[in-house]
Protein backbone atom coordinates (compact mmCIF):
# COMPACT_ATOMS: atom_id res chain seq x y z
CA UNK A 1 0.00 0.00 0.00
CA UNK A 2 1.06 3.34 -0.60
CA UNK A 3 1.21 5.77 1.90
CA UNK A 4 -0.28 9.42 0.54
CA UNK A 5 2.01 12.09 1.56
CA UNK A 6 1.24 13.92 4.49
CA UNK A 7 1.25 17.75 5.09
CA UNK A 8 0.91 18.07 1.13
CA UNK A 9 -2.88 19.47 1.84
CA UNK A 10 -2.85 20.71 5.03
CA UNK A 11 -2.95 17.92 7.90
CA UNK A 12 -5.74 18.01 10.12
CA UNK A 13 -6.43 16.20 13.39
CA UNK A 14 -8.56 13.03 13.46
CA UNK A 15 -9.68 9.71 12.29
CA UNK A 16 -9.34 8.47 8.46
CA UNK A 17 -9.62 5.28 6.46
CA UNK A 18 -7.43 4.58 4.51
CA UNK A 19 -8.14 1.14 2.78
CA UNK A 20 -10.88 -1.23 3.03
CA UNK A 21 -9.58 -4.83 2.45
CA UNK A 22 -12.49 -7.21 2.30
CA UNK A 23 -11.21 -11.01 2.39
CA UNK A 24 -13.79 -13.80 0.85
CA UNK A 25 -14.07 -17.53 1.90
CA UNK A 26 -14.48 -19.80 -0.38
CA UNK A 27 -18.17 -21.17 -0.44
CA UNK A 28 -18.00 -25.23 -0.16
CA UNK A 29 -20.79 -27.78 -1.53
CA UNK A 30 -21.21 -30.95 0.67
CA UNK A 31 -22.38 -33.71 -1.22
CA UNK A 32 -24.28 -36.42 1.32
CA UNK A 33 -22.39 -40.13 0.75
CA UNK A 34 -25.83 -41.74 2.08
CA UNK A 35 -29.14 -41.22 0.33
CA UNK A 36 -30.37 -41.33 -3.08
CA UNK A 37 -29.02 -38.88 -5.76
CA UNK A 38 -32.40 -36.96 -5.20
CA UNK A 39 -30.96 -36.49 -1.72
CA UNK A 40 -28.19 -35.25 -2.64
CA UNK A 41 -28.88 -31.17 -2.54
CA UNK A 42 -26.20 -28.98 -2.50
CA UNK A 43 -26.03 -26.81 0.39
CA UNK A 44 -26.31 -23.03 -0.47
CA UNK A 45 -23.07 -21.24 -1.05
CA UNK A 46 -21.53 -19.04 1.83
CA UNK A 47 -20.42 -15.98 1.70
CA UNK A 48 -18.44 -14.62 4.61
CA UNK A 49 -16.43 -11.13 4.30
CA UNK A 50 -13.89 -9.71 7.12
CA UNK A 51 -13.57 -5.73 6.81
CA UNK A 52 -9.86 -5.31 7.37
CA UNK A 53 -8.93 -0.94 7.65
CA UNK A 54 -6.27 0.84 7.78
CA UNK A 55 -7.01 3.83 9.99
CA UNK A 56 -4.71 7.20 10.06
CA UNK A 57 -3.92 9.55 12.43
CA UNK A 58 -2.39 13.02 12.56
CA UNK A 59 -0.34 14.40 15.10
CA UNK A 60 2.32 17.29 15.87
CA UNK A 61 5.14 17.59 17.81
CA UNK A 62 4.39 19.82 20.90
CA UNK A 63 6.77 22.65 22.37
CA UNK A 64 8.99 21.28 24.63
CA UNK A 65 7.97 17.36 23.78
CA UNK A 66 10.44 14.93 23.05
CA UNK A 67 10.02 12.42 20.41
CA UNK A 68 9.65 9.61 22.78
CA UNK A 69 6.71 11.44 24.28
CA UNK A 70 5.17 12.27 21.05
CA UNK A 71 5.89 8.75 19.77
CA UNK A 72 3.78 7.12 23.25
CA UNK A 73 0.45 9.03 22.38
CA UNK A 74 0.43 7.07 19.40
CA UNK A 75 0.42 3.65 21.10
CA UNK A 76 4.21 2.77 20.36
CA UNK A 77 5.54 1.88 23.73
CA UNK A 78 9.25 2.17 25.32
CA UNK A 79 10.62 -0.77 23.06
CA UNK A 80 9.09 -0.07 19.91
CA UNK A 81 9.62 4.21 20.49
CA UNK A 82 13.58 2.83 21.04
CA UNK A 83 14.07 0.68 17.99
CA UNK A 84 11.74 3.17 15.65
CA UNK A 85 13.74 6.05 16.69
CA UNK A 86 17.02 3.45 15.79
CA UNK A 87 15.93 3.13 12.23
CA UNK A 88 14.88 7.17 12.14
CA UNK A 89 18.95 7.69 11.76
CA UNK A 90 18.80 10.75 9.88
CA UNK A 91 16.55 12.80 12.64
CA UNK A 92 18.21 15.44 14.77
CA UNK A 93 16.66 14.46 18.12
CA UNK A 94 17.79 18.17 19.07
CA UNK A 95 16.87 20.21 16.34
CA UNK A 96 13.12 18.66 15.64
CA UNK A 97 10.63 21.85 14.85
CA UNK A 98 7.96 22.69 16.84
CA UNK A 99 4.66 21.72 15.33
CA UNK A 100 6.43 18.76 12.90
CA UNK A 101 3.56 16.48 11.20
CA UNK A 102 3.60 13.10 12.06
CA UNK A 103 1.16 10.82 10.18
CA UNK A 104 0.37 7.08 12.03
CA UNK A 105 -0.95 4.29 9.87
CA UNK A 106 -2.36 1.07 11.51
CA UNK A 107 -4.19 -1.85 11.15
CA UNK A 108 -7.65 -1.59 12.75
CA UNK A 109 -6.92 -4.66 14.99
CA UNK A 110 -3.43 -3.59 15.68
CA UNK A 111 -3.34 -0.62 17.77
CA UNK A 112 0.53 -0.12 17.31
CA UNK A 113 0.90 2.35 13.66
CA UNK A 114 2.45 -0.04 10.89
CA UNK A 115 3.73 3.12 9.34
CA UNK A 116 4.77 6.36 10.57
CA UNK A 117 5.69 9.67 8.38
CA UNK A 118 7.69 12.76 10.04
CA UNK A 119 7.07 15.54 7.72
CA UNK A 120 10.52 17.28 8.20
CA UNK A 121 10.48 19.96 5.94
CA UNK A 122 7.93 20.84 3.11
CA UNK A 123 9.82 19.07 0.79
CA UNK A 124 11.40 16.44 3.15
CA UNK A 125 9.91 13.19 5.32
CA UNK A 126 10.66 10.32 6.62
CA UNK A 127 9.23 7.38 6.20
CA UNK A 128 9.45 3.93 8.57
CA UNK A 129 7.74 1.16 7.96
CA UNK A 130 7.35 -2.18 10.63
CA UNK A 131 7.57 -5.80 9.59
CA UNK A 132 8.48 -8.42 11.04
CA UNK A 133 12.04 -7.41 10.90
CA UNK A 134 12.09 -4.98 12.70
CA UNK A 135 11.22 -0.68 11.39
CA UNK A 136 13.21 0.45 7.98
CA UNK A 137 13.29 4.14 7.13
CA UNK A 138 13.32 6.08 3.51
CA UNK A 139 14.04 9.33 3.47
CA UNK A 140 11.71 10.68 0.54
CA UNK A 141 12.60 14.01 -0.99
CA UNK A 142 9.79 16.18 -3.22
CA UNK A 143 11.23 17.88 -6.23
CA UNK A 144 10.45 21.20 -7.01
CA UNK A 145 10.04 22.82 -10.83
CA UNK A 146 11.82 25.99 -11.60
CA UNK A 147 10.66 28.48 -14.14
CA UNK A 148 11.24 31.69 -14.91
CA UNK A 149 8.52 34.60 -15.27
CA UNK A 150 8.89 38.65 -16.35
CA UNK A 151 7.18 41.16 -14.08
CA UNK A 152 6.76 44.44 -14.64
CA UNK A 153 5.60 47.12 -12.64
CA UNK A 154 4.93 51.39 -12.20
CA UNK A 155 5.94 53.14 -9.01
CA UNK A 156 2.77 54.99 -7.49
CA UNK A 157 4.03 54.97 -3.66
CA UNK A 158 6.79 52.85 -3.22
CA UNK A 159 8.55 49.97 -4.72
CA UNK A 160 7.19 47.16 -2.35
CA UNK A 161 3.46 48.26 -3.67
CA UNK A 162 4.19 48.38 -6.90
CA UNK A 163 5.67 44.31 -6.75
CA UNK A 164 2.36 43.83 -4.72
CA UNK A 165 0.06 44.73 -7.55
CA UNK A 166 2.47 43.53 -10.24
CA UNK A 167 0.13 40.62 -11.28
CA UNK A 168 -0.83 36.99 -9.68
CA UNK A 169 2.33 34.88 -10.50
CA UNK A 170 3.57 35.50 -7.43
CA UNK A 171 1.57 35.39 -3.93
CA UNK A 172 1.74 37.81 -1.45
CA UNK A 173 4.79 36.69 0.37
CA UNK A 174 7.18 36.02 -2.45
CA UNK A 175 6.23 39.63 -3.88
CA UNK A 176 7.53 41.12 -0.60
CA UNK A 177 10.85 38.14 -1.17
CA UNK A 178 11.63 39.81 -4.76
CA UNK A 179 10.75 43.73 -3.72
CA UNK A 180 13.47 43.18 -0.77
CA UNK A 181 16.02 41.78 -3.37
CA UNK A 182 15.61 44.07 -5.79
CA UNK A 183 16.62 46.85 -2.83
CA UNK A 184 19.21 44.89 -2.18
CA UNK A 185 20.76 44.67 -6.13
CA UNK A 186 20.18 48.34 -6.24
CA UNK A 187 21.00 49.71 -3.26
CA UNK A 188 24.43 51.18 -4.32
CA UNK A 189 22.68 52.79 -7.20
CA UNK A 190 19.40 53.77 -5.88
CA UNK A 191 17.93 54.77 -2.18
CA UNK A 192 14.72 52.87 -2.48
CA UNK A 193 13.20 54.95 -0.19
CA UNK A 194 13.90 58.47 -1.62
CA UNK A 195 15.22 58.61 -5.52
CA UNK A 196 12.03 56.67 -6.89
CA UNK A 197 9.12 58.89 -8.42
CA UNK A 198 5.74 58.61 -9.49
CA UNK A 199 5.71 56.78 -12.94
CA UNK A 200 9.17 55.43 -12.40
CA UNK A 201 9.17 52.05 -14.16
CA UNK A 202 10.85 48.57 -13.75
CA UNK A 203 10.71 45.30 -15.30
CA UNK A 204 12.45 42.05 -13.89
CA UNK A 205 13.59 38.81 -15.33
CA UNK A 206 13.17 36.55 -11.96
CA UNK A 207 13.70 32.36 -11.24
CA UNK A 208 10.37 31.19 -9.42
CA UNK A 209 10.30 27.62 -7.35
CA UNK A 210 7.11 25.99 -7.58
CA UNK A 211 7.10 23.10 -4.62
CA UNK A 212 4.46 20.97 -2.78
CA UNK A 213 0.76 22.08 -2.08
CA UNK A 214 1.49 24.96 -4.00
CA UNK A 215 4.31 26.75 -2.57
CA UNK A 216 6.12 29.19 -4.13
CA UNK A 217 9.78 30.96 -4.06
CA UNK A 218 11.36 33.51 -5.20
CA UNK A 219 14.43 32.30 -6.79
CA UNK A 220 17.90 34.92 -8.43
CA UNK A 221 16.77 37.73 -10.45
CA UNK A 222 18.75 36.82 -13.46
CA UNK A 223 17.64 40.36 -14.95
CA UNK A 224 16.10 44.25 -14.19
CA UNK A 225 15.71 47.23 -15.46
CA UNK A 226 14.92 50.63 -13.95
CA UNK A 227 13.51 53.60 -16.01
CA UNK A 228 13.78 56.33 -13.12
CA UNK A 229 13.84 60.10 -13.12
CA UNK A 230 14.54 59.13 -17.09
CA UNK A 231 17.32 57.00 -16.71
CA UNK A 232 17.72 53.07 -17.36
CA UNK A 233 19.51 51.42 -14.86
CA UNK A 234 20.10 47.99 -15.91
CA UNK A 235 21.28 45.10 -13.48
CA UNK A 236 22.43 41.44 -14.83
CA UNK A 237 23.67 38.94 -12.82
CA UNK A 238 26.76 37.17 -13.99
CA UNK A 239 29.24 34.46 -12.62
CA UNK A 240 32.45 32.81 -14.69
CA UNK A 241 31.23 29.27 -13.75
CA UNK A 242 29.34 27.49 -10.78
CA UNK A 243 32.01 27.58 -8.60
CA UNK A 244 32.57 31.88 -9.01
CA UNK A 245 29.87 33.65 -6.79
CA UNK A 246 27.51 35.38 -9.32
CA UNK A 247 27.43 39.51 -9.21
CA UNK A 248 25.65 42.23 -11.01
CA UNK A 249 26.39 44.47 -13.64
CA UNK A 250 25.64 47.27 -15.66
CA UNK A 251 24.85 47.62 -19.47
CA UNK A 252 28.11 48.98 -19.46
CA UNK A 253 30.01 46.29 -17.46
CA UNK A 254 30.11 47.85 -14.03
CA UNK A 255 29.56 45.95 -11.09
CA UNK A 256 26.78 47.42 -9.06
CA UNK A 257 28.15 46.74 -5.78
CA UNK A 258 30.92 49.24 -4.43
CA UNK A 259 33.03 48.92 -1.37
CA UNK A 260 29.93 50.33 0.86
CA UNK A 261 26.56 49.35 1.69
CA UNK A 262 23.60 51.94 1.39
CA UNK A 263 21.90 51.43 4.58
CA UNK A 264 23.08 49.17 7.65
CA UNK A 265 19.76 47.30 8.11
CA UNK A 266 18.75 44.96 6.13
CA UNK A 267 15.04 46.01 6.31
CA UNK A 268 15.07 49.15 6.98
CA UNK A 269 12.28 52.06 7.01
CA UNK A 270 14.32 55.50 7.67
CA UNK A 271 11.91 57.95 9.97
CA UNK A 272 14.17 61.04 9.51
CA UNK A 273 16.41 62.46 7.02
CA UNK A 274 20.33 63.81 7.03
CA UNK A 275 18.89 67.82 7.72
CA UNK A 276 17.39 70.13 10.20
CA UNK A 277 14.87 68.95 13.00
CA UNK A 278 13.26 69.47 16.31
CA UNK A 279 14.89 66.94 18.79
CA UNK A 280 12.51 65.11 20.33
CA UNK A 281 13.92 65.22 23.95
CA UNK A 282 15.56 68.64 24.05
CA UNK A 283 13.15 70.43 22.41
CA UNK A 284 15.50 72.53 20.43
CA UNK A 285 15.84 72.44 16.52
CA UNK A 286 18.83 71.01 15.63
CA UNK A 287 21.24 69.44 12.98
CA UNK A 288 20.23 66.19 12.50
CA UNK A 289 23.86 64.80 10.85
CA UNK A 290 22.78 61.44 9.85
CA UNK A 291 19.87 59.48 9.29
CA UNK A 292 17.68 57.69 11.32
CA UNK A 293 16.20 54.20 11.10
CA UNK A 294 13.30 52.78 12.67
CA UNK A 295 13.38 49.21 13.29
CA UNK A 296 12.55 47.08 16.15
CA UNK A 297 14.84 46.65 19.12
CA UNK A 298 17.34 43.86 18.86
CA UNK A 299 17.55 44.48 15.14
CA UNK A 300 21.20 43.45 13.95
CA UNK A 301 23.32 46.55 12.57
CA UNK A 302 25.54 46.08 10.10
CA UNK A 303 29.33 47.59 9.07
CA UNK A 304 28.46 49.42 6.41
CA UNK A 305 32.09 48.65 4.88
CA UNK A 306 35.23 46.96 5.83
CA UNK A 307 36.97 48.66 8.63
CA UNK A 308 38.49 48.72 12.20
CA UNK A 309 36.83 49.78 15.21
CA UNK A 310 37.85 52.36 16.93
CA UNK A 311 35.33 53.59 19.31
CA UNK A 312 32.72 50.94 21.37
CA UNK A 313 30.89 52.31 24.36
CA UNK A 314 28.78 55.37 25.61
CA UNK A 315 28.66 58.51 23.71
CA UNK A 316 26.51 61.48 25.43
CA UNK A 317 23.18 61.41 23.72
CA UNK A 318 23.98 58.70 21.26
CA UNK A 319 24.00 56.25 23.94
CA UNK A 320 25.45 52.63 23.01
CA UNK A 321 27.91 53.52 19.97
CA UNK A 322 30.02 52.05 18.07
CA UNK A 323 32.81 54.11 15.39
CA UNK A 324 34.79 52.10 12.11
CA UNK A 325 37.08 53.52 10.56
CA UNK A 326 37.38 52.43 6.83
CA UNK A 327 40.21 52.37 4.62
CA UNK A 328 39.57 55.01 2.51
CA UNK A 329 39.32 57.41 5.83
CA UNK A 330 35.89 58.01 6.28
CA UNK A 331 34.30 57.11 9.76
CA UNK A 332 30.77 55.18 10.32
CA UNK A 333 29.07 56.03 13.58
CA UNK A 334 26.14 53.88 15.10
CA UNK A 335 24.11 55.36 18.01
CA UNK A 336 21.50 54.30 20.41
CA UNK A 337 22.54 50.83 20.13
CA UNK A 338 20.87 48.47 22.51
CA UNK A 339 24.20 46.70 23.04
CA UNK A 340 27.11 45.34 21.06
CA UNK A 341 27.71 41.89 18.98
CA UNK A 342 31.00 39.75 19.51
CA UNK A 343 33.94 41.46 17.92
CA UNK A 344 32.37 45.02 17.93
CA UNK A 345 35.28 45.91 20.35
CA UNK A 346 38.00 48.76 20.29
CA UNK A 347 41.11 47.73 17.66
CA UNK A 348 38.89 44.46 16.12
CA UNK A 349 38.72 44.32 12.48
CA UNK A 350 35.20 43.66 11.03
CA UNK A 351 34.34 42.75 7.44
CA UNK A 352 31.09 44.69 5.64
CA UNK A 353 28.03 43.29 6.31
CA UNK A 354 29.40 41.63 9.65
CA UNK A 355 26.83 42.55 12.74
CA UNK A 356 27.89 45.32 15.24
CA UNK A 357 25.46 45.75 17.42
CA UNK A 358 21.84 46.07 17.94
CA UNK A 359 18.96 48.79 17.25
CA UNK A 360 18.09 50.26 21.10
CA UNK A 361 17.18 53.40 22.46
CA UNK A 362 19.93 54.23 24.39
CA UNK A 363 20.88 57.35 25.02
CA UNK A 364 18.97 60.95 23.41
CA UNK A 365 15.98 58.62 21.74
CA UNK A 366 12.40 58.29 22.54
CA UNK A 367 11.82 54.43 20.89
CA UNK A 368 14.21 52.08 19.46
CA UNK A 369 15.52 53.07 16.51
CA UNK A 370 19.21 53.23 14.43
CA UNK A 371 21.33 56.83 14.28
CA UNK A 372 23.67 56.78 11.34
CA UNK A 373 26.28 58.67 10.36
CA UNK A 374 29.36 58.95 7.95
CA UNK A 375 31.66 61.25 8.71
CA UNK A 376 34.68 62.93 6.17
CA UNK A 377 37.74 64.18 8.02
CA UNK A 378 36.23 64.10 11.01
CA UNK A 379 32.90 66.18 9.16
CA UNK A 380 29.61 64.61 9.34
CA UNK A 381 28.61 64.21 5.59
CA UNK A 382 25.07 63.16 4.50
CA UNK A 383 25.08 59.13 4.33
CA UNK A 384 23.70 58.57 1.11
CA UNK A 385 25.55 61.20 -0.65
CA UNK A 386 29.05 59.86 0.90
CA UNK A 387 28.44 56.65 0.69
CA UNK A 388 26.67 56.56 -3.10
CA UNK A 389 29.59 58.94 -4.41
CA UNK A 390 31.99 55.90 -4.53
CA UNK A 391 33.30 54.08 -7.91
CA UNK A 392 32.31 50.83 -9.28
CA UNK A 393 34.58 48.25 -10.81
CA UNK A 394 34.29 46.58 -13.93
CA UNK A 395 34.09 43.27 -15.14
CA UNK A 396 37.00 41.65 -15.32
CA UNK A 397 38.40 41.82 -19.19
CA UNK A 398 38.55 38.62 -19.77
CA UNK A 399 34.98 38.02 -19.09
CA UNK A 400 33.78 41.05 -21.36
CA UNK A 401 33.11 38.88 -24.09
CA UNK A 402 30.78 36.29 -22.41
CA UNK A 403 29.03 38.99 -20.36
CA UNK A 404 27.79 40.53 -23.32
CA UNK A 405 26.24 37.55 -24.70
CA UNK A 406 24.46 36.58 -21.56
CA UNK A 407 23.51 39.83 -20.94
CA UNK A 408 22.04 39.94 -24.89
CA UNK A 409 20.21 36.86 -24.06
CA UNK A 410 18.52 38.07 -20.77
CA UNK A 411 17.13 41.28 -21.56
CA UNK A 412 15.91 39.41 -25.08
CA UNK A 413 14.07 37.38 -22.65
CA UNK A 414 13.27 40.09 -20.11
CA UNK A 415 11.73 42.33 -22.82
CA UNK A 416 9.56 40.05 -25.16
CA UNK A 417 6.62 40.18 -22.56
CA UNK A 418 5.62 40.27 -19.30
CA UNK A 419 3.74 37.10 -19.13
CA UNK A 420 5.24 33.85 -17.18
CA UNK A 421 7.75 32.64 -19.43
CA UNK A 422 8.33 28.67 -18.96
CA UNK A 423 11.97 28.85 -20.40
CA UNK A 424 14.10 27.04 -17.64
CA UNK A 425 11.98 24.13 -16.32
CA UNK A 426 14.24 21.97 -13.99
Known amino acids: MKLPSPGIRGLKSGLAIAAVACLTLAAFEFRSSAGSPADKQPLPAVLDSVIVTMAQRFDTLRAGETLSGLLGRSGLDVRESSAMMAAANVLDMRRLPVGMPVTYTSVSLDSVPSEVVFQLAIDRMLHLRRSAEGWASEEINIPWTTDTIVIEGEISSSLYEAVAQAGEVLPERARAELAWA ?21 RVLTERSLGPAGTVRVGN ?7 ASGKDIEAIRYARDEKTRARYYDAEGRSLHTGFLRAPLAFRRISSVFG ?4 PILGTWRAHKGTDYAANSGTPVRTVGDGVVIFAGVRGGYGNTVEVRHPNGFVSRYGHL ?3 ARGARKGNRVSIAQTIGYVGSTGLATGPHLHFEVLVKGVQRDPRKALASR ?3 PIPSADRAAFEILRAQLVATMDSNTDVQQLAMR
Open 182 to 202: LADIYEYRLDMSRDLRVGDRF
Open 276 to 279: RRKH
Open 221 to 227: VLAARFM
Open 391 to 393: SAE
Open 338 to 340: RGF
